[in-house]
């Protein structure tokens, strides 16, 4: 199993550029969830998905979107990038299926996002 | 509402303890332990899912006070593998949705 995989692991983005980081998870995982870290900060919650076609807001959801049209994918958009949007993103998913469940999550190795 | 973490820094000799604290103004379904080593994803240590609750993995344990909203992580005789950022997430029930506290560093000299 490759776990949660991530693409890109770097890039740089001029303001007001678009572009989709792309997650997968081959864990056959119900829940996904993308994260933002900023330097030296904790993770701030973006967007997540219980399932494939529900999604729903985190902290953090202005400036993004994202779908999950597959159990595998979650990718996160951004539209028209802002300096404030630079920051490591993670991606993680999780089983699920029962709240009372082990509901370990499992991160991807992350996307280093710089906007210019 | 994010939950709180102290300290925020602790600076530790190998074989010493620490305590890292993880409180909450609402209440607690659940607390998860992460632990994040610098340049690198966070990786699951444990989860406490009842009041009162508690859980080991190897010299690290936790435990889970749903009356006073609060958990606790205990690092015994450290190592410096034990190194890195530890951040607690509380859980909610129907989403498997978590809010981070904002991490606590912890760094263990030889």
């Known amino acids: 199993n490759a776990g949660v995989t991530q693409t890109p692991k770097f890039r740089i983005l001029k303001i007001g550029q678009s572009m989709t980081l792309q997650c997968a998870q081959d864990m056959n995982h119900n829940y996904m969830y993308w994260y933002r870290q900023d330097p030296g900060m904790g993770l701030k919650l973006i967007y997540y998905?219980?399932?494939?076609?529900?999604?729903d807001k985190g902290e953090v959801p202005n400036g993004y979107n994202v779908s999950r049209s597959t159990t595998e994918d979650f990718p996160l958009r951004l539209e028209l990038a802002a300096p404030s949007q630079t920051s490591v993103y993670f991606c993680a998913s999780s089983y699920g299926r029962d709240p009372q469940s082990y509901n370990e999550q499992f991160f991807g190795p992350g996307t280093r996002l710089t906007v210019l | 509402q994010q939950p709180v973490q102290s300290p925020q820094a602790v600076i530790l000799r190998e074989g010493e303890d620490a305590v890292i604290n993880c409180s909450s103004s609402k209440a607690l379904y659940s607390v998860h332990w992460y632990r994040q080593k610098h340049g690198e994803a966070p990786v699951f240590l444990m989860i406490l899912l009842k009041g009162g609750e508690q859980k080991g993995h190897d010299k690290i344990s936790a435990s889970f006070n749903e009356k006073k909203q609060q958990s606790s992580l205990y690092l015994t005789a450290s190592q410096l593998s034990y190194s890195g950022t530890y951040f607690c997430?509380?859980?909610?029930?129907?989403?498997?949705?978590?809010?981070f506290g904002q991490g606590t560093t912890l760094q263990v000299k030889p």
């Open positions: 997430g509380t859980g909610n029930s129907n989403t498997g949705k978590l809010i």
């Open positions: 998905s219980v399932g494939a076609g529900i999604t």
